[in-house]
Nanobody, 111 residues
């Protein structure tokens, strides 16, 4: 059984930073590709960032230059470093690996 557990969310002021973590447990050999999504109240879930098995990354236009996705295969963990946060980044952030999803972690950007 595969499980994804996110952490690192919280309340931060505009311009601040947060680092989300997603630990993938279960019988997996390597992370390969993974992604972060987010869902704001009243909106559909949207893709934020993707990392591929080759280490390539892609980002939503709204977060390019501010967010960085990375992975650590030894720790079976995917990270999302979020800098220069804006109020519009407020959402529940979800980690996705293949068919599995985490429970989500709330990020609130407010003064």
């Amino acid at each position: 059984q595969v499980q994804l557990v996110e952490s690192g969310g919280g309340l931060v002021q505009p311009g601040g930073s947060l680092r989300l973590s997603c630990v993938i447990s279960g019988r997996i050999f390597s992370i390969n590709a993974a992604a972060w999504y987010r869902q704001a109240p009243g909106k559909e879930r949207e893709l934020v960032a993707v990392i591929t098995s080759g280490g390539s990354t892609n980002y939503a236009d709204s977060v390019k230059g501010r967010f960085i996705i990375s992975g650590d295969n030894a720790k079976k963990t995917v990270y999302l470093q979020m800098n220069s946060l804006k109020s519009e980044d407020t959402a529940v952030y979800y980690c996705n690996w293949r068919a599995w999803w985490g429970q989500g972690t709330q990020v609130t950007v407010s003064s």
